[in-house]
């Protein structure tokens, strides 16, 4: 099996990234940098861009401005092959035409190391059983995907993603349609993969859970403005406030660290002291 | 439908349906063969023991040529209907539907009408320009639906391979009323029929038709990834536009040999892939060969409908499958619309 190409090197590399769709611009200057071992957190209000972000670092949508290097390539100029090699993709929507078993859709993970015909070696095959085996996915291996739900059919896609081998896995708000409990045991999953050495890309709607798991994180505004750094400096009251274009009660907690909930709207409604309190 | 029903439960009883529908397409027809004198007949063709005087023996001969071609097309068409449905990630992708059939009819038409009729075994110049108009009317539909950036949905691929299916088959038609007399009668190429086709077709539809075949199962991994969206197919590591363009170029050939050995036949490529992916799943190493033997079956079972429902008329053999096909699959769409196909 291929060695991972960067395991102990700075992973990602974003420098003034600048991005959206032809005559749209979504997001501007993004600069991210993160090492292997690292959880990296975009936030953002609806609609601020966050899957287009992780698109352009993905290389699925062209950049304005601004580079992208994961493991010393530039994903821009990067063919599938090269990028399948380097991060792997756990996309928000996943809707297969036809049934597959949970099975078949972790073994596509396999595809860019064993290809278009060759049959699996026994490394595809020990690589598809982990991955099944650390989602807690092996007794439902022959099981039709559109059978399971919400939260097997993410895991099932993770499991994808860890059956890839990649140093870097990217994904689009996991968390969303999660309940709690599956919620918290996501992030877990997730910090052990970051234990183990990937670096992860993540989306996320629940500033919470970015508190628990980020260590480096970015905000996206509604303008369209990125801001990113470690998570002390970042996720800053007046920062969410004006990001959210609302207002949370911040607190503390010794069992849970630090964590905001949503007061008031501060766009719509007049600003009342007492609503703080 | 169930993932993974896999294999002996479908394949032992479809090759010994194909076995039987076989045999009856030998012994019915105009001439009706009892069923021991066609094993007979049979037995004394393989052991090379036949006598130009047996009567059974010169229509048997006929008759396995245009089995094996009608076998042949049904399976191509159904593997290619395969292999479209997986590629564009719709179920109602099919060669005739996206209008690869249509294209290749008016190819096949037109090196007619220029008097192209060169033909050695494995080649004509007809099964070439069947190839290019096959070739040109699947890249059309792919510029049209836009699949080399996005995806194809179900709306616009229908209306545009019906739009350009109604183009070739207008220009088919204008061709045949000019030059009527080079030409078999129109139907032939806009509906397809068997009749008076026999070893010239099946030496030129041998060799493409068996590529085509292999083709489609050494893509059958590739169009399992194409489940997943386009987005998710590059991710996985392919270039899903290149992927698209070879593959179906690769079914155009195919197809465009069926085409110009017996018009542009419907639905089987439609509909062969649908039943066989009840029984065998999504899985394509699998529903591709399980599709190619129920298109088989099926076209070899409308030819002999079309040479035994009104006898001694032939039908075309795409009324047929048009006739039992579009009911069927308007059944299937009221009974669970068209995520359920």
Redesign the interface.
């Known amino acids: 099996m291929k060695q991972l190409p960067c395991t102990d090197a700075v992973s990602m590399h974003i420098s003034e990234l600048s991005g959206g769709y032809p005559g749209i611009p979504v997001f501007h200057n993004a600069s991210i940098e993160a090492r292997s071992g690292d959880i990296v957190t975009i936030l953002g209000p609806n609609g601020s861009g966050k899957t287009t972000l992780l698109?352009t670092i993905?290389g699925?949508l062209k950049a304005f401005s601004g580079t992208v290097t994961l493991c010393n390539t530039n994903m821009q100029k990067a063919?599938?092959?090269e990028?399948?090699?380097i991060?792997?993709?756990v996309?928000q929507l996943?809707?297969?035409?036809?049934?597959?078993?949970v099975y078949?859709?972790v073994s596509?993970?396999r595809?860019?190391h064993a290809g278009?015909?060759k049959q699996f070696s026994r490394q595809d095959q020990e690589a598809i059983h982990a991955a099944l085996a650390a989602m807690d996915l092996l007794e439902h291996a022959?099981?039709?995907?559109n059978e399971l739900s919400g939260g097997q059919a993410r895991r099932v896609l993770i499991a994808r993603a860890l059956a890839?081998m990649t140093p870097i896995i990217a994904l689009d708000e996991p968390a969303a349609h999660l309940d709690p409990g599956r919620q918290i045991e996501l992030m877990d999953i997730l910090q052990n993969l970051a234990h183990e050495g990937k670096t992860i890309l993540i989306s996320l709607h629940d500033i919470n859970l970015a508190y628990r798991i980020a260590t480096e994180a970015v905000l996206i505004k509604p303008d369209g403005t990125v801001l990113s750094g470690k998570p002390e400096k970042i996720f800053d009251p007046h920062n969410l406030e004006t990001v959210y274009e609302t207002e949370f009660f911040h607190g503390f907690n010794e069992f849970i660290g630090k964590f905001s909930l949503p007061l008031s709207r501060s766009k719509d409604l007049p600003k009342n002291p007492q609503n703080i309190d | 439908m169930t993932a993974k029903k896999y294999n002996s439960v479908f394949f032992y009883p479809a090759l010994l349906l194909l076995m039987l529908i076989i045999v009856l397409s030998l012994s019915l027809g105009a001439v009706r063969i009892p069923l021991w004198d066609t094993f007979r007949a049979i037995g004394e063709i393989i052991s090379k023991k036949s006598t130009e005087s047996d009567p059974y023996i010169v229509i048997l001969n006929l008759r396995i040529l245009r089995t094996m071609l009608a076998g042949i097309v049904g399976a191509s068409l159904a593997s290619a209907g395969a292999v479209f449905q997986g590629l564009f990630r719709n179920p109602l992708a099919d060669p005739y539907i996206i209008g690869t059939s249509s294209g290749s009819a008016f190819g096949a038409v037109l090196a007619i009408v220029l008097g192209w009729t060169v033909s050695i075994p494995g080649f004509s110049a007809i099964s070439a320009m069947a190839f290019l108009g096959g070739i040109i009317a699947t890249l059309a539909v792919y510029l049209i639906t836009g699949v080399f950036g996005s995806r194809g949905d179900t709306v616009t691929l229908l209306l545009a391979g019906t739009a350009l299916s109604s183009l070739f088959s207008s220009l088919i038609a204008i061709l045949v009323a000019i030059k009527d007399k080079q030409l078999h009668q129109a139907y032939f190429w806009l509906l397809g029929s068997f009749s008076g086709r026999g070893l010239g077709e099946l030496l030129v539809l041998l060799i493409p038709a068996l590529l085509g075949f292999i083709a489609a199962l050494a893509s059958s991994r590739i169009l399992d990834l194409f489940s997943a969206g386009d987005e998710s197919v590059i991710m996985l590591g392919l270039d899903p536009g290149k992927a698209r363009l070879v593959i179906g170029a690769a079914m155009a050939l195919t197809i465009s040999a069926s085409v110009s050995t017996a018009g542009s036949i419907g639905f089987i490529g439609l509909i062969a892939p649908h039943i066989a992916r009840r029984f065998v799943g999504p899985v394509h190493k699998w529903l591709i060969p399980a599709s190619a033997v129920t298109g088989a079956i099926m076209l070899i079972a409308a030819d002999l409908t079309a040479r035994t429902l009104v006898p001694p008329v032939e039908l075309p053999v795409g009324a047929v499958t048009a006739l039992i096909g579009a009911p069927y699959f308007l059944y299937k769409i009221s009974k669970h619309g068209l995520r359920s196909l």
Do not use: H, M, N
């Open positions: 698109k993905l699925l063919t599938p092959g990028r399948a090699r991060v792997a993709w996309p996943f809707e297969p035409t036809w049934s597959y078993s078949d859709i596509q993970g595809f860019i278009p015909w022959e099981t039709p995907i890839q």
